[in-house]
């Protein structure tokens, strides 16, 4: 099969039924764009879950009124514990001034009230601690006068691994769904597209012509579709993406600490790729049932 001949009547069967392909891309496009979003927020919310689940800590908030004394006890608790790592006490003036400049308030941050950010300890812990062994210490500093809460974090740890495994099998699912609508879509492309060719596909079988030199254009057709399908969901994608990056940035970053991120390249490769495959098989299995040569 010479491939050069292929493309060039490829090109010559898009551009005659040009309003049937950029019906089907633009169809295609929407299932990619769908897929690749739900990409994106796996993907970040597995950085999420990577960055808060290899940094172990503990958080210990402390009362409004808690005297010196106390907090200088208990500060001198937390240090002599062999799990903790760092111990660094927050007051709630600089709790004020961390959140304005993570949330890039840094004027808006002067005006507020301390008082809206409780002083604490923050306590980085060693790795491979247990949850059991977390559980333990935080009851223990629970007791403390000068401590109101102490935080550990537990539940929050549940409930991203929880919405991560959704995450990947609703993508898995989604994956599933958009291979079905490229094979759908390319079939029926196939099927309007031989029949508007059949006079053609007639003289060149009349000529001598193979099987495989007469499918091949329409295999071409199909696997195009649907890499331009996603190619163009991946840029639009990125267009959307490089707009609200600059408005989510800075709350994401003061909530999670982590800055939000594309697609990997070899991802959104792979998605154009994987998509133009789908689209020869399409073609392929929609050859075997609407064109008998």
């Known amino acids: 099969m010479d491939i050069m001949s292929a493309l060039s009547r490829a090109k010559r069967g898009l551009r005659d039924d040009l309003r049937m392909h950029l019906l089907a891309i633009a169809s295609l496009t929407v299932a990619f764009l769908c897929l690749g979003a739900a990409l994106l927020s796996v993907t970040n919310l597995s950085r999420i879950a990577d960055r808060w689940g290899g940094t172990q800590h503990l958080t210990v908030y402390l009362k409004d009124h808690a005297t010196a004394s106390d907090v200088a006890q208990l500060r001198l608790v937390l ?10 006490h927050v007051t709630a003036d600089q709790a004020r ?11 808006q941050g002067a005006a507020l009230s301390p008082d809206a950010f409780p002083a604490s300890f923050e306590i980085a812990l060693r790795d491979h601690v247990t949850p059991e062994r977390i559980a333990r210490i935080a009851s223990s500093v629970q007791h403390f006068t000068a401590v109101d809460e102490v935080e ?27 291979v079905v609508c490229v094979l759908a879509i ?3 492309g196939i099927r309007l597209a031989v029949a508007n060719r059949r006079r053609e596909i007639e003289v060149l079988k009349l000529c001598g012509a193979t099987d495989a030199f007469v499918r091949s254009p329409f295999v071409v057709e199909g696997t195009l579709q649907a890499v331009i399908a996603a190619a163009v969901a991946v840029f639009m994608l990125l267009l959307a993406y490089a707009a609200v990056r600059g408005e989510i940035a800075s709350t994401l970053s003061a909530i999670t600490g982590v800055q939000p991120v594309f ?11 994987g998509g133009g495959m789908v689209g020869a098989i399409g073609s392929t299995l929609s050859l075997r049932r609407y064109l008998k040569v």
Do not use: C
Request: no cysteine; glycine share 6%; charged share 15%.
């Open 186 to 188: 390319i079939g029926n």
């Open 97 to 107: 001034r961390d959140f304005a400049a993570q949330t890039n308030m840094t004027l």
């Open 263 to 273: 697609l990997h390249p070899l991802v959104a490769l792979g998605m154009i790729l």
């Open 79 to 88: 240090e002599s514990l062999q799990e903790a790592r760092e111990v660094r």
């Open 152 to 178: 550990t974090y537990h539940d929050w740890f549940a409930q991203m691994g929880t919405l991560l495994r959704a995450g990947k099998s609703a993508v898995a699912m989604l994956a599933m769904l958009v």
